[in-house]
């Protein structure tokens, strides 16, 4: 069974602060993605990163993928109260169809 | 439509009743995945459709869970004799074959009293 452990389960930070969220696993994915979720909604994408080293940028959020495709990271720069949510890293399987989820981390920027 | 929806968005009932829960997903995606959410964690797999088989149904907690699907559209997930601890959020999911973008509807939430 493919675990995803992510931590910290919970955040919670000023306005303008850095913050870095980790997403880890025993397993090799060939994708992992990271979704943010607001409540009462369906989680969103935010990206998917595939090779091993990888990083991707996205405006303030830099996501980064270990070299050995089994953690990931995302680093958000001057958080806004906007960033507010839960953050859920994903990894995937090229050959099924389903995605094994973390179970998130809470972010709560306050103004 | 635009997204994928899904109906009830509410949905309240006695232990022991059946429920039946709806996805109606992107038009063109065949794929279309089922999954459940606890307050407050990730989410759990239950099952994957690709147009109307089930390749993976591995994730359905138990014989009182089941889904189906009409063609490559509209979803059902049945849940008969619901307990307490069925209670959570069902959320739905649908992509293309590749690459598997999983584009999410807001979830019926299920409570069962």
């Known amino acids: 069974t493919q675990l995803l452990e992510q931590s910290p389960q919970f955040l919670s930070i000023q306005e303008g602060e850095n913050l870095t969220v980790y997403c880890n696993s025993s397993s090799v994915f060939s994708s992992l993605q990271w979704y943010r979720q607001e409540p009462g909604e369906g989680p969103v994408l935010l990206v998917t990163v595939v090779t091993g080293g990888e990083v991707k940028k996205l405006k303030r959020l830099t996501f980064q993928f270990g070299d050995a495709r089994k953690d990931s990271s995302l680093h958000i720069t001057a958080a806004q109260p906007g960033d507010t949510g839960l953050y859920l890293c994903?990894?995937?399987?090229?050959?099924?169809?389903?995605?094994?989820f973390g179970d998130g981390t809470t972010l709560t920027v306050k103004p | 439509g635009a997204g994928v929806s899904q109906s009830p968005s509410n949905k309240v009932t006695e232990k022991g009743k059946d429920v039946e829960l709806r996805c109606d997903p992107i038009?063109?995606?065949?794929?279309l995945y089922w999954y459940r959410q606890r307050l407050g964690q990730g989410l759990e797999f239950l099952i994957y459709f690709q147009g109307n088989s089930a390749p993976d149904k591995s994730g359905l907690p138990s014989d009182r869970f089941s889904a189906e699907r009409t063609g490559e559209s509209v979803s059902t997930l049945t849940i008969q004799r619901t307990q307490q601890e069925d209670s959570a959020v069902y959320l739905c999911?649908?992509?293309?074959?590749?690459?598997?973008?999983?584009?999410f509807g807001p979830g019926t939430r299920l409570t069962v009293l």
């Open positions: 038009s063109g995606h065949t794929a």
């Open positions: 999911a649908s992509s293309l074959p590749t690459p598997r973008r999983q584009f």
């Open positions: 994903a990894g995937g399987d090229t050959n099924a169809g389903k995605s094994t």
